[in-house]
């Protein structure tokens, strides 16, 4: 995993190195441009004698004749570049929304699961090669990513991008070990059957440790249940935290809890400070789910404003 993000990082570094092909001088690219006609043509509708912006772009498409001959084919990899593009973009973003509003972070504090891990991985490596096709394809110059709408937009959704992945990659190279080492703490009881709030936490059901959680001062065993697959309840409650304020909040009483094996107590109530390895990921999960809406903002502003 280590050796496939830092390819990754490589493959990003040389696309956004990648040369630009010429546009074609028509209304869709001064839409894709942000500029009027008069930007190219003296006549401010278009059409007719150029200007010396407009000579010199024409004689910039003149050195690539060349271009023509392969028009055909630079289309079809331009739309096979940008379905491939939309379709990891959904996937991606859609795995995103699922794990920090539905998961919640928690899910994976305990160690980052591997299957998220690979489709966030693929996403970004497939992501990041067909945003440099695309962007061969549509930027002409260095002048269009620093003057135009479009180029400043795509300018920041690609800082936004490389943002989520060296955040990923500092996840998962740094602190996913750390956050596995502690899954890999030797998990006992106590004698006396009490635990603290960080001892409790190793108990959360996952790779076949006990599913415990602590409600109203008291330790419940919910290991054999059908509903706490994983040590996780609904998608949102996870064992290994105490569950007093949560459980409230539950659609069925108090018996549900109270019908589960109770092993032991909780030695203290006091909210534990979760490490800095641990904020820093809480921090980084939100940072990118942040990213997330505002990437959907600014195709929003390139397709509708």
Sequence with gaps: MKSLLLSLLFLIFASLAAPALPASATEIYAQQTGKSCDACHV???????????GKEFAAARAVKS?????GAAGKVVRFAAGYLHM????LWFGTILYVHLV???????GGLPRGEVKVGVLSMVVMGITGAILTHFRVTSPDMLLHTRFGVLLLIKISLYLVMVFSAAYVVLVIGPKL???????VTLPAGKELTL???????GQEGRPAYFAYEGKLYDASASR???GGVHMGRHHSGEDLTEALKLAPHGSDK?????????????TPRKAPLHERVFFFMAYMNLTIVFLIVLILSLWRWA
């Design 180 to 186: 596995k080492g502690k899954r890999r703490e030797p």
């Design 43 to 53: 006549d401010p509708a278009g059409g007719g004698e150029l200007t010396k912006a």
């Design 198 to 204: 960080d001892q409790l936490s190793s108990f959360d």
């Design 87 to 90: 379709l990891i973009a959904i």
């Design 227 to 229: 509903l706490w697959k």
């Design 103 to 109: 998961l919640k972070p928690a899910y994976a504090a």
């Design 257 to 269: 809890v109270l019908g589960m094996p109770e092993v032991g107590i909780l030695a203290d109530v």
């Design 66 to 70: 060349e271009a023509t001959q392969v």
